[in-house]
C-alpha cells in the first residue's frame, strides 16, 4: 500500500476526495484517511450513521474518519496487527503536528503540502510540518489565482526551522470561483462531478494523479479522466 500524505491547514478535502475518485476510475482501490481536526469529510461525504470513528464507501473510495492511526483502522476492521490494509493508496489528509506524527508521514511514499496565501492557511499549515522528527521531501501545491513569487519566498522563510525538503517542483492551482460553486452543488447532490470545473482546476487534479501513478500508467489515465468527465 502506497501511503500519499497531503499536509497543511487549507480545506483540501474535495480536492483529495477528486483526486481518490481518478485513482478509483484507474481501477485502484484507495482509502482516504480523514486525520483533520475539523473531520471535514464527516459533513461532505454521505453515511447514514456517523459515529466518532467510522469507515463509510463514497464514489468507489473507502473513507475512514476518526482514526488515530492505522492500528485504530484494523482494530475497526478486525484485521490481526500483522496484516496490510488491502488498498492500493493510501490519502492521508493531516492538518496538526500530531497527525503528521500518529500517520507516519515521515515515511510516506510521496508528500504534498497544501495551502492558499492566506496567513491561516501558510501558518497553521507550517505547524503541522513542526511534527516531523525526521525530514521529508514535499510538493508544494498552491492555491492561488495569482502565484507571486514573494509568496512563494514567504512560504520558504516561514519553514525554515521545519524538517520539510522542499521538491524543486511546484504545482500551482489557480483556484476559480465557479470551480467552488461547482464542489458546493456536487456536495448537495452526493456526487464527485467533473464536467463543470474549470479546465485549469481539472488539470491540476489531474496532474496530481499523474505523479502519484505509476509511469507505464499515465495512457490509461487519460482514458479513465475522459470517463469521469463525460460521468460515465
Do not use: C
Request: a negative charge.
Amino acid at each position: 500500500m502506497k501511503q500519499i500524505g497531503f499536509i497543511g491547514a487549507y480545506d483540501k478535502t474535495d480536492f483529495i476526495l477528486y483526486i481518490a475518485k481518478i485513482l478509483v476510475e484507474m481501477g485502484k482501490k484507495v482509502i482516504l484517511v480523514d486525520g483533520t481536526i475539523t473531520q471535514k469529510a464527516k459533513y461532505v461525504v454521505p453515511t447514514i450513521k456517523p459515529s466518532t470513528t467510522y469507515m463509510t464507501e463514497f464514489e468507489g473510495v473507502d473513507v475512514a474518519v476518526g482514526f488515530e492511526n492505522f492500528e485504530n483502522i484494523r482494530e475497526y476492521l478486525a484485521m490481526p496487527d500483522t496484516d496490510s490494509l488491502e488498498y492500493d493508496y493510501a490519502l492521508l489528509d493531516v492538518d496538526t503536528a500530531k497527525a503528521v506524527e500518529a500517520w507516519n508521514i515521515e515515511q510516506a511514499d510521496k508528500n504534498y503540502f497544501v495551502t492558499s496565501f492566506d496567513m491561516y492557511s501558510l501558518k497553521k499549515g507550517i505547524e503541522a510540518l513542526s511534527g516531523l522528527k525526521e525530514p521529508i521531501h514535499a510538493t508544494k501545491i498552491l492555491f492561488s489565482r495569482n502565484a507571486l513569487k514573494e509568496e512563494d519566498d514567504y512560504l520558504n522563510f516561514l519553514s525554515l526551522g521545519t524538517k520539510v525538503i522542499w521538491d524543486s517542483e511546484v504545482i500551482y492551482l489557480p483556484f476559480e470561483v465557479g470551480d467552488q460553486t461547482v464542489i458546493y452543488n456536487n456536495q448537495r447532490v452526493h456526487k464527485i462531478k467533473f464536467k463543470k470545473l474549470s479546465n485549469q482546476y481539472k488539470v491540476g487534479l489531474q496532474y496530481v494523479a499523474q505523479k502519484i501513478l505509476e509511469e507505464q500508467e499515465y495512457r490509461l489515465l487519460t482514458k479513465a479522466f475522459k470517463k469521469i468527465e463525460r460521468g460515465v
